[in-house]
């Protein structure tokens, strides 16, 4: 594996016109200056480090991309695009070079400018015959020893490599891996009423910090359980919620987010014991869930928010004291982003979940970030990791299937399932102390489906049984829904009778999305790339299939449906209207957009991947409306009626009134909006929610004897 990017070290990198800024991605030719999409910036680096050798297209799905297959084509747009970007009127000259049928190579000569004011320069590629060897050999002058730059520390990276081997499959042969059933026993922590959530053990098992909304009040404490005592120490502050991130490696310190009224959010630590008081280490503009405090006055977190989207986040190390950071990651802009997971300092490695649209992907890297190795995917999220120093592996709790994985760091491969009974309760938050002992919650949360009023804006239960029931459509007196079973989300039809509903199960399957075409009664799923219609019979009457992940749908006024799909790799995205009728799909002039509806004529509303509505006119491109969101949100929850668009965060429905946004109403009694749909018949939203409930701290004693 080459190395892919350059150290933190490196103030500047210098070459033809350009001069690269690392830190910011950004190249400026003292007229234009240029921010470079991450994928971009990945092989600019990648292609300028490894100077010294032709990069086959093997090497950049390896490396760069991280995958097993990158299809040609997602390749050459790259490799195109780049190309587009290094020209200017300062640079017009040859920067990324063809060699046919081998590869590309970096023209120019670069000089590398670090922070301490040295300077290494990395020679262009020496014409040859030969076929380039494997080896990367730089001609430099005053060389310096740096570990993250080619080859200088041949030794070192040759052993990082036996240890640390390259990518998995995706899908990962688990046919030799020891699956087995295994007992637990649950003994309750704390049995005070209210809420429990946020668990985080400590690094040496001792502790577990969590934060607690005590029955009848809306704001969070901190608590830290010392789990051989017992004893609980609580840190409260009046009128805010306290919620714990993570711990510092050696345990000795707590990090925990203030959050306050007016979007006030604030990032604390304080010893262990609570009694010394806290200290203030910065002001956060997007919540932070989770951190790790790295030797003296470090700190490893996802930061949100990332290139201005809200629900992209990127792993970022900061220095306390002065408040510098650096990225270590560099997702993909059609991703859901990069996630913090554990920091192992016993081998110097971070762990961090990469969110695609159709899969996840567990990475870790060094405290530079230049060492990125895939090495697991999975359909669920990775929630929470632990290392076992004694085999060198790494732990994780699936809650939606109950299943506890064991991956072999040293193999490179999945060593043993272990799958708890099925029939037990729910756990959301969890957190290993051992590999035997995991202090959880259970779940904390009645999920139901609710109907809102346009008119008189009455909330009204429509499905509401001892399920987890997520999303749902109506159809006419009928009513479709998801309903999560382990780890499926099928679909459910409720047929109206008398007193109620009789419920049946229509189809399994890890479905994504689910709508209503109320005029022509045809019911439409989404999954990860195909996109399912049903008629009135149930019947499935066709079936829209993409190479590409399809990341929305949604059914357009005159009975078309609109989808995005977005691009091998994770690069760029199209929008699509397919006709029913005629079934032939036609490509919409709008690209990189994550959700779009028809408006009045050849009006288009669509949202941006930088999260901004418009409306357009298609034809003419004439513009009648550009704005943001009134606040930041994880999950864009956007419906259009007749007459209005609404969209939901939080407790909170807003409503688009004369091109602003309006609060239509605000939920009350704990009930939060986590899907919505419109029902045209009916004239109203129809809600998937979560409310709180009272819920426990528990400790499962794995393998225990029943």
Sequence with gaps: MKEVSFSRTVKEVRFGAWVLD?????????????????LLFKILCYLIINNQQIITRHDLIEDVWCQNYVDDNAINRAMSELRKVLKSNQQRGL????????????????????????TEVINTLTPSKEEPDNTQSFSTSNRIKLPLIGSVCLAALVSIFLIYKPVLPTEPDTEAVSSFESNYEEHVLSWVDGEYANVFSSPDAKKVAFSFTPNGLSNSNLVIKDLDSGIERKLAVSEKSISPIGWDEDSSRLFYRVDGADEVCEIWSADADLESGGDKLFDCKDRIYRGSGVGEGHFIYSKYNYRQRDQLSVVTYRTLDTGNE????????????????????????????RRQHDIKELYMTDLDGSDKTKIFSASSSFWELKY?????????FDNRTNLIYTYSIDGNKL???????????TYLGHSFISESKMVATTFPHEQSIYTVSLDDKSLTPLINEKYIDIKAVRAGDDVYFFRVQGEEVVVMYAEKSQGGY????????????????YNNKLLILKADRSIKVFNEANELIDEIIEQGVISDVNVLKNGDIGYIVVGEGGVGSHSYVYSVRSRKKSLLPIKNNVWFDTGDGNRLFYLTSDDRLKLIDIETREEYLDIDFPSRVSKHLIVKSEAHIYYAN?????????????????????IKVINMSYSPQHKQLVLGTLKRKNNQLVLLDINAEP
């Design 22 to 38: 690392p830190k910011l991605q950004t190249i400026y030719d003292g007229e234009v200056k240029r921010e470079l999409e991450p």
């Design 95 to 118: 920067v990324v070079k063809t060699h046919y049928r081998k590869g590309y190579s970096f023209f120019l000569s670069a000089e590398v400018i670090y922070f301490d004011n040295q």
């Design 326 to 353: 650096f990225q270590l990651t560099s997702p993909n802009l059609n991703s859901y982003g990069d996630r913090f997971l554990l920091y192992e300092p016993s081998i110097r490695r971070v762990f961090f979940e």
């Design 388 to 396: 076992v120093k004694s085999t060198n592996s790494l732990v994780w």
């Design 415 to 425: 060593s043993s399932i272990a799958q708890l009974p099925l029939d037990t309760v």
């Design 502 to 517: 009789r419920y049946s199960e229509l189809a399994g399957g890890i479905n994504q999305d689910i709508l209503y075409d």
């Design 650 to 670: 939080g407790n909170i429905i807003y409503r688009l009134v004369d091109g602003e946004w309006t609060v239509f109403m605000q939920l009350e009694g704990g």
